[in-house]
Each structure stands twice: as C-alpha cells, then as structure tokens.
C-alpha cells in the first residue's frame, strides 16, 4: 500500500473511450471489493436524479458505492469530484433502490472507490468507507 492506494500491475494495450474507461474502472473497483469479501447487489443502477455505480453487501450493511478512475490528477484528487450535489443525488437514488427493494429499515453506507489508471500499467485503488452521510 502507497499513500493509502493499492497498487495492481496490470497489462492492457491501447487507448479507450471515456465509457469504456469508467467501466474499467468500475470493474477493478468490484474485483476489488470482492476479494475483501464484500458481495454485488447491483450495478449502475439508473433514477431520474442520477446513477449509482455499485451496490454491495459488506455484511449486513448495504453500501452504495461511486468510483472515480481517473489517468492521473491533474484536477486534484478522485474523491473532490463526489461534491454535495454529486452526494444528493447518489442519496436520492439509493433511496429509490432501498424503497422498491423493501430494504427500507436496512443499515447502509456510501462509500468512494478511487481507481487511478497509471499510465506505466499500475492501477492504483483506494477505497474510502463511510465517504459521506
């Protein structure tokens, strides 16, 4: 572990498009999540205020999961980019998923999964419990 990120050499070849990016990134973020044992519930789950990447099970606790992949920093850290309204919607939709899931009375937790894609074929992945309430 390097400043709090762990580090996975990887090999793939070539440039990807934005979609494809995030969906890489999503994909380390559940393997991942995975080997610390947690368990998928959902994937992009989609409401009229926004997505939620990922819902696993940690667990008893439902947690709501955004990932940010990112090649490097130059707009500052994965995390900055989860901002308050960013938050709310995540919120809004994890309400929906909970209400029509009959999860209502569930414990839950939102976390952030940073995954930087270096470009020397590291994938650097740190996960942030309890991102925000």
Same mark, same amino acid.
């Given at each position: 572990m390097i400043n709090g990120y762990n580090k996975i050499n990887?090999?793939?070849?070539?440039l990807m498009s934005t979609t494809g990016f995030g969906r890489s990134g999503e994909d380390y973020a559940l393997d991942y999540?995975?080997?610390k044992g947690m368990?998928?519930?959902? *994937? #992009?789950? $989609?409401?009229?205020?926004?997505?939620i990447d990922?819902?696993?099970?940690?667990?008893?606790? =439902?947690?709501?999961?955004?990932?940010?992949?990112? *090649? #490097?920093? $130059?707009?500052?850290?994965?995390i900055e980019a989860v901002t308050i309204y960013k938050?709310?919607? =995540?919120?809004?939709?994890?309400?929906?998923?909970l209400y029509n899931h009959h999860l209502t009375e569930a414990s839950i937790r939102y976390d952030v999964v940073e995954v930087m894609m270096i470009p020397d074929r590291t994938i650097q992945i740190r996960h942030v419990k309890d991102a925000f309430r």
């Open positions: 990887v090999s793939r070849g070539g999540l995975e080997k368990s998928l519930l959902a *994937r #992009n789950v $989609r409401s009229s205020h926004g997505e990922l819902i696993v099970k940690d667990g008893r606790i =439902i947690v709501f999961v955004e990932v940010k992949a990112r *090649r #490097n920093r $130059r707009y500052g850290e994965p938050q709310q919607h =995540i919120k809004y939709t994890a309400r929906i998923f």
